[in-house]
């Protein structure tokens, strides 16, 4: 399986790029959320880590 995706991946110009595409979309990704985390407000922290014990069955 793999030898039929490396044998028509080698025709593909240009498909180094596509690694680095991916690993910065991943890396945006989670300094995004990071960034978001570190700005949020301890009430809005406080709020989100009571939810699951506000719900009643």
């Excluded at 030898?3 to 025709?11: M, R």
């Excluded at 959320?33 to 922290?45: C, G, I, N």
Aim: glycine content about 4%; hydrophobic content about 50%; overall charge neutral.
């Amino acid at each position: 399986m793999f030898k039929f995706i490396k044998k028509y991946a080698e025709t593909i110009d240009h498909i180094e790029i596509f690694p680095i595409i991916s690993l910065v979309i991943f890396f945006g990704f989670f300094v995004g959320v990071l960034w978001y985390v570190q700005r949020m407000k301890k009430t809005e922290t406080d709020h989100m880590k009571q939810l699951p014990l506000d719900e009643t069955l």
